[in-house]
Structures are given as C-alpha cells and as structure tokens.
C-alpha cells in the first residue's frame, strides 16, 4: 500500500465566487483596520470608498482586547476605545452586504474568531502575531475559508511550524502575507524579495500587506514590484482622511488615492501579460513588421545566381512580409536564384530552386 500524498498549499483559491490564483487578476484588499477612529459612521464611510475604489474585499479587524492584549499596556486602553460591539459588527457586515463587496475578517483572538465566523465572512485573516498560536490556526484551518496569515517579523521555523499544523488539519486554503508594520515601514525595509522566498519555500498563493508611508509617491507604485515578485494579492490601509493623522494613518491612503492606487494595480497586472508564451499578438506582429531584420539583396542577383553570404545582408526592410529570419541563410546557401532579384529586396525561400 502506498502512502497518501501530503497535503500541500492551494495553488488557487475562491472567495465569494472570485478565483484567486497566480493567473488571475490581482486581488486587492482594502484594509480599514483602526482608521475608523471607533466611529462606526467612519467605519462605514469606509466600508463604501473601498468599494467605490473597486477593490475586491474590504477588510474589517475584530478584536476583543480582554481576549488580546494583558491590561498592563500601556496602549490597552486606546485599543478598548477603538473596538466595536457584536452588534456594531453586526451592522457593518450588513453594510458590506448592500455594497456587494467580500469581506475579509481580521481576527486578532479566540472571542473575535468566534463573533467573525457567526457573521459568515468570505475570508479571514491572521495577524503575524499570531502565527505562532495553535489555536487560531487550528480554527481557521477548519472554518473552510481561504484566510491568510502573516509573517512579518517571523523566522523561517515559526512560518514552517504554522504552514503544517493548518495543513495538518485541513487548512490547504491557507495564504501567506508578507509584509511588516513600523508605522511606517521605510521602503528599504519592505524586502519584497520575501515574496518569491515564500513562494519557492512553501508553494501556494502569497499576499503582499504595503505598510510604507502613504505620504510617498512610491507608496502607490511599489506594490507592482511585489506583483512582479509573485504576489496575488495585496493589501492597502484606506483612511477618510489623513491630515487628521488618527489610528492607522501612517501607511494608508485616502479614498482618492487609494481608487488611484486600485486602477494602477489592475494596469500593473495587465502589464505581466499571460504565464506562458503564446503565439504572437496583433501588437507582437506590428512590432516586428517595423523593427524585425530579415535576409535580403545585398546586391542585384541574376537569375541561376548560386547564393552565399556576399549575396545577402541582415537588414530591417520594408515590405509586405517579414522575410526569412537571419538564423534561416543555411537554409538558402547554395541554392540558384530562379528570378532576379533586386537589390535590398527581401529573400524568400519561394525565389530559390529547390535542393
């Protein structure tokens, strides 16, 4: 008897009926966290930028600080000012519902894990703090939706450790997210080479979470680089307003910016082209008419003429085809001209005798 395959990581995903995979369009996600200043009017508003932005998900952080964070920090009580109710979760579901847009729950213990889930989210998501805790892993893994996970700040072993034990029950849905939050993190420390190394190491799909300053021209373009670098998906803060520089503004950008930012993404994507190498394009086909060399007359060829290379040059020509590719000339030396041939004309196979 052979022993079962081991369970790998999805190379493709769905949430709310949108296939997620290295071949499909990127997947943005825009992540509300804290911006809402505790204010479930702002967290709505937000609710409908994302939306308005045309990002596929908005993402919506639950937690419970008791459940959390010890009382003892210093920002416990700024974190209790900025969390909301069930019932207030409650409400802000219902409003990413009217707006047809997927929800991503951010669950940050087991209290919220347990309020995120009777609300029927499309997707979760882990904190890199929690990496390393069995029991959310564990949960997610059974919820049956795709939820992802961050690494930032982790080792490779803690990355290892979480990827089998969600493996281990039934967790192939799970994504890992790169990226780390510094409030804000310098470009140079964004590391998107991270990216292919997850990949490569682990398989399956990889998120990219953008934490650079929002107040950064490059903070709207670098993401491309981490499309490029492999990733499927991304994530981006949305604030109402950051010149009000509240709870999460460092990073994020406002909805202008950030429905700027999701256009750019979409072209960006676009740009990459197909995963494998198709037959030339209309675009392909006009470029080479313009620019491609071919095999023509270097010289007036009498008919019977016996080419060689002193007959031919390699030269960009005009014309109705695009003639013999230089790498062809074995196929036409010494081979008779069967017509004269004119001088800068391009060579085809039908002018020549056959062997």
Not at 44 to 61: F, H, K, N, P, Y
Not at 119 to 148: H, Q
């Amino acid at each position: 008897m052979t022993a079962s395959a081991k369970p790998s990581l999805s190379r493709a995903v769905t949430v709310r009926g949108r296939r997620i995979s290295d071949s499909d369009p990127v997947y943005i996600v825009g992540e509300i966290a804290c911006g809402h200043q505790g204010d479930i009017n702002q967290a709505r508003r937000l609710i409908e930028a994302v939306t308005a932005a045309g990002a596929d998900a908005v993402q919506l952080e639950f937690f419970h600080p008791p459940a959390n964070m010890v009382g003892s920090l210093p920002f416990y009580k700024v974190v209790e000012d900025l969390s909301f109710s069930r019932a207030q979760w409650e409400e802000l579901m219902a409003v990413a519902r009217s707006h047809d847009i997927a929800v991503s729950a951010f669950v940050y213990d087991d209290v919220s894990m347990g309020w995120a889930l009777a609300l029927k989210p499309d997707m979760l998501k882990l904190n890199s703090s929690d990496i390393s805790n069995p029991d959310l892993i564990i949960a997610a893994a059974k919820s049956g939706l795709a939820f992802t996970v961050g690494t930032g700040a982790s080792t490779f072993q803690e990355v290892a450790e979480a990827v089998d034990l969600a493996l281990a029950n039934g967790g192939t849905q799970m994504i890992l997210q790169h990226g780390v939050q510094n409030f804000p993190t310098p470009t140079e420390n964004a590391h998107l080479r991270r990216i292919a190394m997850l990949k490569e190491a682990f398989g399956g799909l990889i998120m990219y979470a953008d934490h650079t300053d929002g107040a950064l021209d490059i903070s709207r373009y670098l993401d491309l680089a981490a499309i490029g670098m492999g990733a499927c998906m991304l994530e981006k803060h949305v604030v109402l307003d950051r010149a009000a520089k509240g709870v999460d503004w460092e990073a994020a950008l406002d909805p202008a910016g950030f429905a700027a930012y999701v256009a750019t993404m979409r072209a960006g994507w676009r740009a990459l082209g197909p995963d494998h190498l198709p037959p030339p394009t209309e675009s392909d086909e006009k470029y080479r008419r313009f620019q491609k060399k071919s095999i023509v007359a270097a010289q007036d060829i009498p008919a019977g003429t016996v080419l060689d290379r002193t007959h031919v040059a390699f030269l960009r020509a005009q014309g109705t085809g695009q003639g013999l590719s230089p790498m062809r000339f074995g196929d036409i030396a010494g081979r008779k001209a069967h017509r004269t041939i004119a001088k800068w004309e391009q060579i085809t196979l039908a002018d020549l005798e056959a062997n």
